[in-house]
């Protein structure tokens, strides 16, 4: 469908749930593209999606991965080695905070739902790159994680999660810096407000989304298929100068001042 093609590359896919998933949206085009795709799921509660998704390929590789635990990511590479001899692409799409620090004010945050965020949302990028690189020592490889604009704004409702997605930020360009000379790229893509199943639970939802399509350049919201397909550039070798990057898909909003 799209003229870019990944036949030979491998990769990984951490946070499908369902078929909302922006995870699933581009776990689909990079398989389109011709790359051998393997997902990784938190628990066998999301398993039967996961199955379902992946019905139709013929080479699904599916790795129950809680990225929680350090050990069972590095058991997962560990299978993803012995599977496919090599990585080339991995992909962190993986956020989580308590319901009950998505709404209210930021200021009343718990020290409990402050760790929760910032340990899921942001931290599980650090042990996915220490135990993913490796496996790109031969021809190299990218890693593509999932942001929000709320990294550098208050969004009311967004609270904490605005926080860990600052501080993801900030470790993709110290792992581009790290991982540089492994050829190893790391980059980030800024997405606008998208129907998931984790969106639900965010305070203020709707009024994001519909702030974003009357206020962005393109008056209008964006696409899973917008943000899988800057992926599959992402993790493709027309890529292959950017490393470090937070790229913005949100029709523009991100540029507006009112």
């Avoid at 012995?82 to 905070?97: K, P, R, T, Y």
């Amino acid at each position: 469908m799209y003229p870019i093609d990944l036949s030979g590359k491998t990769g990984i896919i951490f946070g499908v749930a369902n078929q909302r998933s922006i995870a699933w949206s581009i776990a689909e085009i990079l398989h389109e593209a011709g790359a051998k795709i393997a997902l990784a799921y938190q628990n066998e509660r999301v398993r039967g999606n996961v199955e379902a998704l992946t019905g139709s390929w013929d080479d699904a590789l599916l790795i129950e991965c809680d990225a929680a635990e350090d050990s069972n990511v590095a058991a997962a590479f560990e299978r993803v080695g012995e599977q496919f001899g090599g990585l080339n692409i991995i992909v962190h799409s993986i956020a989580f905070a308590n319901r009950e620090d998505l709404g209210g004010r930021f200021v009343d945050t718990g020290r409990d739902g402050f760790r929760v965020a910032l340990d899921i949302s942001a931290y599980t990028l650090l042990p996915l790159a220490r135990y993913g690189a490796p496996l790109m020592a031969a021809a190299g490889g990218s890693i593509v994680t999932l942001t929000f604009q709320a990294s550098t704004r208050a969004f009311p409702g967004y609270n904490i999660m605005g926080t860990a997605k600052a501080a993801l930020e900030n470790e993709v360009r110290q792992l581009a810096a790290d991982l540089g000379e492994e050829k190893v790229r790391v980059n980030a893509i800024s997405a606008g407000p998208l129907d998931t199943l984790s969106s639900r639970a965010i305070g203020r939802y709707r009024d994001m989304k519909r702030i974003a399509a009357e206020r962005s350049p393109m008056r209008r919201n964006i696409t899973h298929e917008e943000v899988a397909k800057t992926a599959l550039f992402l993790c493709s070798d027309l890529s292959s100068g950017i490393t470090g990057e937070i790229i913005h898909v949100d029709a523009g909003y991100n540029i507006m001042g009112i």
